[in-house]
């Protein structure tokens, strides 16, 4: 099975800050990498889809990088309403990151 | 608009069963494949099960295996789970969720509210 390791588990950062969440397969993915936005007591709701396209009506600050190993979920200014556990999915064979929960500081 | 609507879910005691239902409205339903997720209290997700849009290919987890059951009536626009010989460790929030198939791999969305399972003597 392929593993999925997301850091930071949690971060506290300002409003207007760069947030960066990182997620590392145990192998190669190519390009089958997703990312979810959960917010308190909601379901997850799909963010970006194949590393870097932004599903319809997400807001422009959040984009997708990376291939391979190493993929990055960029907040470019944080927002309040981003307070939420972000996970991201490989889509080989589904298996999701531990999850990385953004606070405001 | 695409909605998801999961029932089905409650309290059972170990060993028990239980049936789940997804009612798929404002899509094609008998075009997608579809999957359950699940997640634990405080917990990350867990995908469970995923069946193709004319049931040919079936997958579960390996946790569920031989004890849930993924199926679905396209001509009621439906998706179930039965559940069988539940433990402790199945207690989780169930999520039914639409395979998205999108250029460069699928996806998940949309996802339903989910219906809480309690497996507890």
């Known amino acids: 099975d392929i593993q999925m390791t997301q850091s930071p588990s949690s971060l506290s950062a300002s409003i207007g800050d760069r947030v960066t969440i990182t997620c590392r397969p145990s192998q190669s993915i190519g390009s089958y990498l997703n990312w979810y936005q959960q917010k308190p007591g909601k379901a997850p709701k799909l963010l970006i889809y194949?590393?870097?396209s932004l599903q319809s009506g997400v807001p422009s600050r959040f984009s997708g990088s990376g291939s391979g190993t190493e993929f990055t979920l960029t907040i470019s200014s944080l927002q309040p309403e981003d307070v939420a556990t972000y996970y991201c999915?490989?889509?080989?064979?589904?298996?999701f990151g531990g999850g990385t929960k953004v606070e405001i500081k | 608009d695409v909605q998801l609507v999961e029932s089905g879910g409650g309290l059972v005691k170990p060993g028990g069963s239980l049936r789940l239902s997804c009612a798929a409205s404002?899509?094609?339903?008998?075009?997608?494949?579809m999957n359950w997720i699940r997640q634990a209290p405080g917990k990350g997700l867990e995908w469970v099960s995923f069946i193709t849009s004319t049931s040919d290919y079936i997958y579960y987890a390996d946790s569920v295996k031989g004890r849930f059951t993924i199926s679905r009536d396209n001509a009621k626009n439906s998706l179930y789970l039965q559940m069988n010989s539940l433990r402790a460790e199945d207690t989780a929030m169930y999520y039914c969720?639409?395979?998205?198939?999108?250029?460069?791999?699928?996806?998940?969305?949309?996802w339903g509210q989910g219906t809480l399972v309690t497996v507890s003597s």
């Open positions: 999915q490989q889509s080989y064979s589904t298996t």
């Open positions: 194949a590393v870097s």
């Open positions: 969720v639409r395979d998205y198939s999108a250029s460069g791999g699928d996806a998940l969305d949309p």
């Open positions: 404002g899509f094609t339903f008998n075009t997608y494949s």
